[in-house]
C-alpha cells in the first residue's frame, strides 16, 4: 500500500483547510485509515481515523467537532475536513493505513503503511 498525502498549508487561525490521502497498491476492505500528527518537538499523536468498510470514525478530543474524516471508496481516497483551525494545530500531518485485523485505531505502532508528512501552519 503506498499512501500520498497532500493539501497542507499556511493559514490563519479560524480557518479551514481539506487534507487528503490518496492509497495505491494492495488494498484491503477491512482495514483502518488515520490521520496524524507531529509538532515540533512533541511525540505523533492520533487525530483521526475511519474504518473503511463500515465508514465508522473516531476523533481525538482535541479536534471532535471541527475536524472530519471521511473515504471515498471509489478514489480509494481519505480525507481529512479541519475547520476553526487554532495555532495549536500546528504540525506535520500523516495518513497511515492499518491493515492488521488486531490493534487500536489510535496508536501510531499498529498502523503498518505511513505517507509522507504535510505540514499545516496556523498562524495567530
Known amino acids: 500500500v503506498q499512501l500520498q498525502a497532500s493539501g497542507g498549508g499556511l493559514l490563519q487561525a479560524g480557518g479551514s483547510l481539506r487534507l487528503s490521502c490518496a492509497a495505491s497498491?494492495?488494498?484491503?476492505?477491512?482495514?483502518?485509515m488515520g490521520w496524524f500528527r507531529q509538532a515540533p518537538g512533541k511525540e505523533r499523536e492520533f487525530v483521526a481515523a475511519?474504518?473503511?468498510?463500515?465508514?465508522?470514525?473516531y476523533y481525538a478530543d482535541s479536534v471532535e467537532g471541527r475536524f472530519t474524516i471521511s473515504r471515498d471508496n471509489a478514489k480509494n481516497t481519505v480525507y481529512l475536513q479541519m475547520n476553526s483551525l487554532k495555532p495549536e494545530d500546528t504540525a506535520v500531518y500523516y495518513c497511515?493505513?492499518?491493515?492488521?485485523?488486531?490493534?487500536?485505531?489510535?496508536?501510531?505502532?499498529?498502523?503498518?503503511?505511513w505517507g509522507q508528512g504535510t505540514l499545516v501552519t496556523v498562524s495567530s
Open positions: 497511515a493505513a492499518r491493515t492488521s485485523l488486531w490493534g487500536t485505531f489510535y496508536a501510531p505502532p499498529d498502523y503498518n503503511y
Open positions: 497498491g494492495r488494498t484491503f476492505s477491512n482495514y483502518y
Open positions: 475511519i474504518r473503511w468498510s463500515a465508514g465508522t470514525t
